[in-house]
């Protein structure tokens, strides 16, 4: 079980520039969420799933946009990418709403 | 007023000490409660579920109070292991949406 893998673990973008985060779980479970961390800040949530097809925003979602066409794939796409969205990028999943949250390596973003 | 509010630290104690963490939360509907663990540079993991009754993992113990709303972590007997950022994460469930947050993090260094 490799449980929560995410690519690419560290990129550098420049401001407009365009990309998609990889998120993928062997865990088949049916919810998935992509937060960012702000050094110092707690986690945000910027968007979650409750199963394939199904998305919803979450806390801070200006600026980002995702989808899930299967269980096992959660791909965050930033459009035109901000200095703001600057940041460290987690996925996570769980078997439930209510349950553990298990969380990939990330991917660390730098906009310039 | 935060939704999730911990003492941002750090605790710098010697080892074999026992130190305790408390986390308040402003929603009196809040359903479930974890503490997490995180590394420097790396991602959450579980630590421990917070249950009414109380519970214990070895040399940790996590207690919640809901009428005072707050959940706490107590650490003995502290290994150099155990420093790391401790993560309050408080779950609401569906209510006025999904949302499960987290604190901002207490930061530990043990020291030999």
């Known amino acids: 079980n490799a449980g929560v893998t995410q690519t690419p673990k560290f990129r550098i973008l420049k401001i407009g520039q365009s990309m998609t985060l990889q998120c993928t779980q062997d865990?088949?479970?049916?919810?998935m969420y992509w937060y960012r961390q702000d050094p110092g800040m707690g986690l945000k949530l910027i968007y979650y799933?409750?199963?394939?097809?199904?998305?919803d925003k979450g806390e801070v979602p200006n600026g980002y946009n995702v989808s899930r066409s299967t269980t096992e794939d959660f791909p965050l796409r930033l459009e035109l990418a901000a200095p703001s969205q600057t940041s460290v990028y987690f996925c996570?999943?769980?078997?439930?709403?209510?349950?553990?949250?298990?969380f990939g390596p990330g991917t660390r973003l730098l906009v310039l | 007023r935060k939704e999730v509010e911990q003492d941002p630290g750090p605790f710098n104690v010697p080892e074999g000490a026992t130190v305790a963490f408390n986390c308040t939360y402003s929603?009196?509907?809040?359903?479930?409660f974890f503490w997490y663990r995180q590394d420097c540079r790396k991602e959450p993991k579980l630590l421990m579920s917070?249950?009414?009754s109380g519970n214990e993992d070895g040399r940790f113990t996590a207690q919640l109070n809901r009428a005072s709303q707050y959940i706490s972590l107590l650490i003995r007997d502290s290994k150099l292991s155990d420093s790391a950022t401790y993560l309050c994460?408080?779950?609401?469930?569906?209510?006025?949406?999904?949302?499960?947050?987290f604190g901002a993090g207490t930061r530990l260094f043990v020291k030999a």
């Open positions: 799933s409750v199963g394939a097809g199904i998305t």
């Open positions: 917070v249950y009414s």
């Open positions: 865990m088949n479970h049916n919810y």
């Open positions: 994460v408080v779950n609401n469930g569906y209510t006025g949406g999904f949302k499960t947050i």
């Open positions: 996570a999943s769980s078997r439930d709403l209510q349950e553990t949250q298990y």
């Open positions: 929603n009196s509907a809040s359903q479930s």
